[in-house]
């Protein structure tokens, strides 16, 4: 049997860094305010004719260098995005065409908010295990500054931009051990940019209830930890390390104290970075293995939840 495994991580934050201190100057807020309700002390901001391909490409230059491979070795590609470049091509196809790959395998986006990387981890996996891909480039990758409300001291503090991939390759053993996939749209007025193509309107920004949408994360990620190690057969113990979606510091430790991890084993990077959408986890992942604290072997459990809502893990041993 084939599994699909990590070979090479990459990630890619904008120079421009935005601080607490910054934003209580344009909008009512203060540093106090988002460390404590958040953790975030900052977060980065694409520069005006930055888009998100361009962050996609350094963290998938970062990730194919790591993994020993050139980009003709990619015959699979997925760009999980909210904030694509265009409405088409896929940021996938143009991302494909910047490596330059010509006559390539498949390119695609996945749509799936903040759980995107999860979703895009899950589908490469299959058609790794499927030997109908052999070297995948998973991407997540989000400008989210250019739908904020900057005026909206409820959602502008929260978000970055930012990108994270990964190169996945088979082996013979896990890799990854399997992804649990959900999503229910019953919630989607909770978190929503409520504009788009058929259906256009005035509002092109992110708008949320953010203390439904803290509450419903809470319980969604804890049931979701716990569905996943029962699946996989494993026990809280056996993890090594939790590698949540970047979003709020008191989600994240929620989530560790229901499976009983100290937050030693967990890691949080959203304090440099906010919360990056479909970049966060692939960000924390890329920080985490180039500081030498997450080591070949180990077992690793991510988790996100996002906009849909859309929730979702993969179990792997790295
Ligand atoms: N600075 C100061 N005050 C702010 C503020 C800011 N940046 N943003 C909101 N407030 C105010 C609100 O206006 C509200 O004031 P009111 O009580 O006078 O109406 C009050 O703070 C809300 O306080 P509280 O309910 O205690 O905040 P909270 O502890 O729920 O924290 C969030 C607010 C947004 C940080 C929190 O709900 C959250 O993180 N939600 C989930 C967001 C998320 O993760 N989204 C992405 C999911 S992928």
């Known amino acids: 049997m084939s599994f699909s495994a990590i070979i090479g991580t990459g990630g890619y934050l904008p120079d421009r860094v935005v601080s607490n201190a910054e934003l209580a100057r344009t909008v009512d807020t203060s540093d106090e305010w988002i460390r404590s309700r958040t953790g975030i002390r900052e977060r980065r901001v694409a520069a005006p004719d930055e888009s998100t391909c ?10 194919i260098a790591a993994a020993g491979l050139s980009p003709a070795d990619l015959d699979f590609i997925v760009v999980a995005t909210s904030t694509p470049d265009l409405i088409y091509p896929s940021t996938a196809c143009l991302l494909q065409k910047r490596l330059g790959i010509r006559n390539g395998g498949v390119a695609f986006d996945v749509q799936a908010v903040c759980s995107g990387f999860v979703y ?9 295990r499927a030997g109908t891909a052999r070297h995948a480039l998973v991407v997540g990758a989000d400008a989210n500054s250019k739908i904020l409300d900057w005026s909206d001291r409820s959602t502008c503090v929260l978000f970055g931009d930012g990108a994270g991939a990964i190169v996945m390759g088979a082996s013979d ?5 399997l992804t649990r996939l959900h999503a229910d749209g019953n ?12 259906r256009p309107s005035a509002d092109p920004h992110i708008r949320m209830h953010g203390a439904e949408v803290f509450k419903l994360a809470v319980n969604i990620m804890g049931d979701l930890v716990e569905e996943t190690l029962a699946a996989a057969g494993f026990e809280t113990t056996d993890v090594d390390w939790l590698i949540p979606h970047q979003a709020n510091e008191r989600i994240i430790s929620a989530t560790a104290r229901k499976l009983r991890m100290d937050m030693g084993r967990v890691i949080v990077t959203l304090d440099r970075h906010g919360n990056t959408s479909g970049a966060s986890i692939p960000l924390a992942l890329d920080t985490g293995i180039r500081d030498g604290r997450v080591r070949r072997g180990e077992l690793l459990l991510l988790e996100a939840v996002g906009g849909g809502f859309t929730w979702g893990s993969v179990l792997l041993r790295y």
């Open 120 to 128: 895009a981890t899950g589908i490469a996996d299959q058609f790794i």
């Open 54 to 63: 361009d962050m996609a490409e350094q963290a998938a230059r970062g990730a």
């Open 187 to 198: 919630y989607a007025h909770l978190l929503e940019v409520p504009s788009g193509v058929s």
């Open 173 to 177: 053993r896990p890799g990854v051990y």
